[in-house]
């Protein structure tokens, strides 16, 4: 594996990638960002050249998007932990619509809209009366402008009962098996570029879905965050991580746990 040396130091790589990115690699597990950038670098022969690696970036937009892809790790799926969209459907949501006829509703690192589209499903099939408004944010525009277009593949459709496919995509292309979400499961989702680590975040949230997104952020970068998600959510409001995220030892911040992965603002 290379390191990082001298004039080539991952202080001075990280400060550099800032410039060039706006992405603060400080607030990120050095070990595992370290391992990371040096796989990348080795599949397209920079290997333990960090300033021959930089320059390449900064002219060539290809090799940027990959990086910056492959950095914040965008990997995903509609139902992605299906059990927990079942806890999500039989538990969480009846108990929020109890005591509120419209819902806020935050996708924070949504990747290319997955998550946000699978709550809409949700909404849409099982709580029809209810008016919501989803917000899907994420870093990487790329992944942001897939969101909006609504196209996906088979493999995104791993987990999703075959119901939902049948009845919410239709069919773009039959040769790629891609598939485009309907219209009508988009007029209430709103997809926007945003650093959770660094960005301004809006109040008045129901529900914050935040899932596989803090796995590499350092545990200071998480203790801003979720006290941040706190202060955005709505007395009551509803806190979801992800599968192995919890928010053991942060008691000092009000949530109550209801159900694993499931956190309730008191
Ligand atoms: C693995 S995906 C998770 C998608 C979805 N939430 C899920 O659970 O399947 C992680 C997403 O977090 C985004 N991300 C990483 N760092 C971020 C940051 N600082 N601010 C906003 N989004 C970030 C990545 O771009 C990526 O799309």
Redesign the pocket.
């Known amino acids: 594996m290379a390191y990082f040396y001298g004039v080539d130091s991952y202080e001075k790589f990280v400060k550099e990638f800032q410039r060039l990115s706006g992405?603060d690699l400080n607030?990120?597990k050095e070990n595992q960002m370290k391992r990371r950038i040096n796989s990348f670098m080795t599949t397209r022969g920079h290997s333990g050249d960090y300033t021959g690696f930089l320059n390449a970036l900064k002219v060539n937009s290809e090799l940027y998007d990959a990086f910056?892809?492959h950095?914040?790790?965008?990997?995903?799926?509609f139902f992605?932990?299906a059990g927990l969209w079942e806890t999500f459907r039989e538990k969480i949501l009846p108990a929020l619509v109890q005591k509120r006829s419209s819902l806020k509703i935050w996708?924070?690192?949504?990747?290319?809209g997955?998550?946000a589209y699978t709550i809409a499903m949700i909404l849409t099939e099982y709580f029809p009366t209810v008016r919501y408004s989803i917000l899907g944010?994420?870093?990487?525009v790329n992944?942001l402008k897939r969101a909006r277009e609504g196209i996906y593949e088979e493999r995104d459709f791993a987990s999703t009962p075959p119901f939902f496919l049948e009845k919410y995509f239709t069919l773009a292309d039959k040769a790629s098996k891609t598939y485009q979400i309907k219209d009508s499961l988009k007029k209430n989702i709103t997809f926007r570029e945003?650093?959770?680590?660094?960005?301004h975040f809006e109040s008045g949230f129901d529900i914050i879905?935040?899932?596989?997104?803090v796995?590499?952020?350092t545990d200071e970068a998480k203790d801003i965050l979720y006290q941040k998600f706190y202060n955005s959510l709505n007395s009551g409001g509803i806190l979801f991580t992800?599968s192995t995220e919890h928010l053991f030892g942060r008691d000092n911040l009000g949530f109550k746990l209801i159900t694993s992965f499931f956190y309730e603002k008191q």
């Not at 996708?107 to 290319?112: F, K, N, Q, V």
């Not at 944010?137 to 990487?140: M, N, Q, R």
């Open positions: 992405l607030f990120y910056f892809k950095l914040t790790i965008n990997v995903t799926q992605r932990d996708s924070a690192g949504c990747s290319a997955q998550e944010t994420d870093i990487d992944v945003q650093n959770l680590l660094t960005d879905a935040c899932r596989n997104v796995i590499y952020f992800g």
